[in-house]
């Protein structure tokens, strides 16, 4: 019963959202109130109905109920509470329930604390979004029902693949779509001011807050997902280029653009019609990422199950969305007024620098992922194009940004010195310097580029901190105005601070990892040993055990260095019970200076184990860069000027002034 | 600097940029782009001794041989010929006779295509796209009620193959 409501639910979710799109945009149109007034109810119907929907699917997960086809496919009865739960998310439909449910929380939240818009702008924007949720709304209805009944009901359910039983990936998911649907707030604001003819400072001040949020949750989701892939997958590795992490890694460099693009617009009113472009494409890339995992036209490991309808259905949504975007793009950009003029030496010539590198970067990946798709189509040859093609295109684009990165912070608004910048960032370039000789002198191994790409990562660090010292005046006024300052700066200047921070935290992990990482294949009998990194490894053979749905070969290895011990490493081979499959898990010994990781390979015939070992220095870095990305995003967020609902019209010029 | 110039100089340099990513584009992929081949696929179209390829297919039955040491001998055929791979590390969870595999790497001055990566997909009932796809241009059944390469061992493909 309740999975009819659900379902029921669902189809009326459908029917308000179309009102949704129709009437308050014909009210804007003819100037009539009451029609526009229509958006805020109707948003807020369709969040209520698709939670609603939401919840019974969940309540259908949770109880086991098999009647469900969907259920029946993706889960067991004797999975943990946990993963009965995400196993909601852990399929297509429901995945694509949960895509939609974020998806209409959005647009309530703009019903809801969009007051201070104008009626006819909010009217536009909220339209906007219900088309979006129109379509996905017709999208599941229509090829992907997650309430499909079974007659008769099975008694036990197939259960979810073991590698999606895992907590980081109860995550990933709601994170990831957090962040594309996120970028729909962008795309309708976007559209909304290209219709209204549009766009002034308060605009980006407006969308500003939905991009940096959005961005915020597709910046930790990507995070999560690439650390769920280092330890869960075995390989050792955190980014493969594999086409479904790129489907997801260009909304977020396209939205990197876009977030500073809009303080651009923000602050100086420049770059108008960049930034409606870019909200458009972000979206736009945000939906074929959407198309290309689902679609099943990617060979990728980890892709969705599919069906072809279901892939022409979505390349149908992406092509009206971004093609309509563009279109009106098209008629509409000519009317938007220009801006201020500025310098190339200037912080906005510094953030059409940056945007003008994300967006090839974003270009490159691009063309990397849909080559293979575009070549088996016109020549039918089957090709990869692997991580040697990204580390030649995207890695020497990303030079210039980061070198640039610093300076951009130290360069003033509309004219700027250079040469004035340069002697602030002395400090930070010595830094950068002496870590590469450290690094140099303690490796004295692996590639030549590497401590020149380490000292890359040292600079933008001490840049970020360069820049709060130098804002607080440190070195110039005494401590306690020092501290003063610090604690008076803005929010916002904080919150770039500890996001550029994270950049570079995140650069010298990647490097370190990628250029000095150390693996090993060894094939040990029990008390046998390996050495790797320093660290000295002792098998004392495999164990069985024991797990709620799985049973485990653990092997166990005593890990000590310099005759002291460390650790014990416990990589195990599980094998599930439904579906019967087989995963490996990683030991892995976590410390900030690097991760040991083991993975157990197969029993040999002379009694010994394969077993490959890992050290990947300060690989914690790449995660932890993100982490700090996140909080600078936070930091950002609670920015009182840009604090949702706060930015009222007479305290707008108050903040500008105190600027 | 009036809006003209200024704009001179945006175009400029974004113009230098998107030719520096072109030239970089067309140089990566000039030079990376790795080849997917089945064994038969690779008899019509060979792909040079050390050059990098990726070799689909499945797994023969019974022609898995794990050797002393770490290394590992198996046979990927695509039903219609074999090719003999060495792979030396620790294979993928779903690697089994009568799967799916990709292996990324070299023929050596053997005839042997010698493995680097070996992946199997990550859910039990899906294939590699790749090898989906060209086993079903080839007219092998696949799904979950196909009888996976059954009969045709690795050994009969390759004797298939000599007496042509």
């Known amino acids: ?659 | 600097m009036t809006r003209k110039q200024r704009r001179v100089v945006f175009i400029f340099s974004g113009l230098a940029v998107l030719g520096l990513a072109l030239g970089l584009v067309l140089f990566a992929l000039s030079g990376t782009i790795t080849y997917f081949r089945t064994p038969s696929d690779l008899a019509q179209n060979p792909i040079p001794t050390g050059q990098r390829f990726r070799l689909g297919g499945l797994v023969a039955d019974g022609s898995v041989k794990r050797g002393q040491s770490l290394d590992v001998e198996f046979q990927v055929t695509d039903t219609i010929k074999a090719l003999p791979v060495v792979y030396r590390g620790v294979l993928p969870d779903l690697f089994r006779e009568g799967q799916g595999v990709v292996a990324e790497g070299r023929l050596d001055p053997d005839g042997r295509f010698r493995a680097d990566t070996v992946l199997a997909k990550h859910d039990e009932n899906y294939m590699p796209p790749e090898v989906a796809k060209s086993l079903k241009e080839k007219g092998v059944k696949l799904g979950p009620d196909a009888v996976h390469p059954a009969g045709v061992t690795a050994v009969e493909a390759v004797k298939a193959d000599e007496k042509q």
């Open chain 1, 1 to 659: 019963m309740t999975v009819e409501i659900g379902h029921f639910a669902l189809i009326l979710a459908l029917l308000v959202s179309l009102v949704q799109t129709i009437v308050p945009a014909w009210g804007a149109r003819i100037g009539e109130q009451r029609l526009m007034a229509v958006a805020t109810p109707a948003a807020i119907a369709t969040f209520v109905l698709v939670l609603i929907s939401f919840l019974m699917l969940a309540e259908a997960y949770v109880t086991s109920d098999f009647s469900v086809a969907n259920v029946w496919n993706n889960s067991h009865s004797a999975k943990p509470f946990i993963y009965r739960l995400s196993g909601v998310w852990g399929n297509h439909e429901g995945s694509l329930l949960l895509w939609i449910l974020i998806l209409v929380l959005f647009g309530m939240a703009v019903a809801v604390f969009g007051g201070y818009l104008p009626a006819s702008l909010k009217a536009n924007v909220l339209s906007v979004q219900g088309s979006v949720a129109l379509a996905f709304l017709l999208f599941i209805i229509l090829t992907s029902n997650p309430f499909e009944r079974l007659d008769p009901a099975p008694l036990e359910g197939r259960g979810l693949n073991p590698i999606l039983q895992d907590p980081a990936l109860a995550l990933h998911p709601p994170l990831l779509y957090a962040g594309y649907v996120g970028f729909s707030m962008a795309f309708s604001f976007a559209i909304a001011a290209l219709i209204e003819g549009r766009t002034d400072a308060a605009w980006a001040r407006w969308v500003r807050p939905w991009t940096l949020a959005a961005w915020m949750c597709l910046t930790l989701g990507i995070a999560i997902g690439s650390w769920w892939a280092y330890y869960e997958l075995g390989w050792g590795g955190w980014w493969f280029w594999d086409p479904v992490e790129n489907a997801s890694f260009m909304p977020w460099l396209a939205g990197t653009a876009l977030l500073h693009s809009a303080v651009v617009m923000e602050k100086r009113e420049s770059l108008k019609v960049w930034t409606i472009l870019l909200a458009i494409l972000t979206f736009s890339l945000s939906l074929m990422g959407t198309f290309l995992v689902r679609s099943g036209v990617l060979s990728s490991v980890h892709a969705f199950a599919v069906d072809p309808e279901r892939g022409i259905f979505i390349l149908g949504i992406m092509i009206f969305f971004t093609g309509g975007g563009l279109a009106l793009f098209a008629a509409r950009a000519g009317a938007l007024r220009q801006g201020g003029l500025f310098s190339p030496i200037s912080r906005e010539g510094a953030l059409v620098l940056n945007n003008v590198l994300l967006a090839t970067a974003t270009g490159t990946v691009l063309i990397g992922t849909l080559y293979p798709l575009a070549l088996e189509a016109v020549t039918g040859a089957k090709i990869s194009v692997g991580a040697p093609y990204f580390n030649l295109t995207f890695g020497p684009l990303m030079v210039p940004l980061l070198l640039a990165m610093p300076f951009g912070s130290f360069l003033g608004w509309k004219r700027a010195d250079l040469k004035a910048a340069g002697e602030r960032l002395l400090f930070a370039a010595g830094i950068a310097l002496v870590g590469a000789v450290i690094a140099l002198a303690v490796v004295q191994r692996g590639p030549w580029a590497a401590p020149l790409a380490l000292a890359l990562g040292f600079w933008v660090m001490a840049g970020a901190v360069s820049e709060i010292l130098f804002r607080a005046r440190f070195g110039q006024a005494g401590s306690a105005e020092v501290m003063r300052r610090m604690f008076n700066l803005p929010r916002s200047a904080w919150g770039a601070a500890w996001s550029h921070f994270g950049v570079g935290l995140m650069v010298t992990g990647i490097v370190a990892t990628t250029a000095w990482q150390s693996e090993k294949i060894v094939a040990l009998k029990p008390g046998e040993r390996a050495e790797i990194a320093g660290y000295t490894l002792e098998f004392r053979g495999v164990q069985p055990g024991r797990g709620p749905n799985f049973s485990e070969e653990i092997g166990r290895l005593v890990v000590s260095r310099d005759g002291q011990p460390v650790t014990e490493l416990l990589p195990s081979k599980r094998l599930y019970d439904a579906p019967r499959q087989p995963t490996t898990e990683a030991g892995i010994h976590v410390a900030l200076s690097g991760d040991l990781y083991a993975i157990l390979g197969d029993a040999q015939s002379d009694g010994g184990h394969a077993i490959r070992l890992y050290f990947n220095p300060l690989v914690r870095f790449i995660w932890l860069g993100a982490v700090l990305m996140f909080i600078g995003g936070a930091f950002s967020l609670s920015d009182r000027r840009l604090r949702v609902g706060a930015p009222r019209k007479a305290r707008k010029t108050a903040a500008v002034a105190a600027e």
